[in-house]
Structures are given as structure tokens and as C-alpha cells.
């Protein structure tokens, strides 16, 4: 998890970096932008929080008890959160 000052560091970069680009013209209050960034990153950190714990629940659930760390459990992990992050999507 990101603490708030990171997170409105990250909403302060990207908000200058949409302003920079050609193609985007911001209007408006410059503090409604940067909250409704933060919001979305707020969002997307805490529906990623909600797949790693449901990834996390279950391969404990294995009855191999895959070791936290180890290789194979990493590559579960990647995977697992991958088809979960793709269930969120659809």
C-alpha cells in the first residue's frame, strides 16, 4: 500500500504529465484534477489489495503447502493474480 503522501506525489506527476502532452487540454480548477487522480489511484491500490488477498487465500488453501517466497510459489502467484485481475476486468 501506498502511504498518502506517495500517492499525492503520484497524483501531482501525473497530473503534470497530462498537462504536458499536446493533445490534452485541462480546464478548471487544478484541485479537481488532482483529487479525482488520486481517487482513481486510490481505487486501483485498493482493488489490487483485494486480488492479492484473494490470491494470497488461495494458494493456503493448496493442500501441498507451497512455501511463501520460493519459486514456485512466485510464479503461482504471478499467474493467479494475473487471471484474477482479469476476472475484475471483464
Known amino acids: 500500500m501506498?502511504?498518502?503522501?506517495?500517492?499525492?506525489?503520484?497524483?501531482?506527476?501525473i497530473a503534470n504529465e497530462v498537462k504536458r502532452h499536446a493533445g490534452v487540454k485541462v480546464t478548471g480548477?487544478?484541485?479537481?484534477?488532482?483529487?479525482?487522480?488520486?481517487?482513481?489511484?486510490?481505487?486501483?491500490?485498493?482493488?489490487?489489495?483485494?486480488?492479492d488477498r484473494k490470491v494470497r487465500a488461495k494458494l493456503a488453501s493448496y493442500s501441498r503447502g507451497i512455501v511463501e517466497g520460493s519459486t514456485e510459489w512466485d510464479v503461482l502467484y504471478r499467474k493467479t493474480f494475473e487471471e484474477e485481475t482479469r476476472k475484475q476486468v471483464k
Not at 502511504?3 to 501531482?12: F, P
Not at 479537481?32 to 489489495?49: F, I, N, P
Open 2 to 13: 501506498l502511504s498518502e503522501d506517495k500517492i499525492s506525489h503520484l497524483s501531482h506527476v
Open 29 to 51: 480548477d487544478e484541485e479537481r484534477v488532482l483529487k479525482a487522480v488520486k481517487r482513481v489511484l486510490a481505487d486501483e491500490l485498493a482493488q489490487e489489495g483485494e486480488i
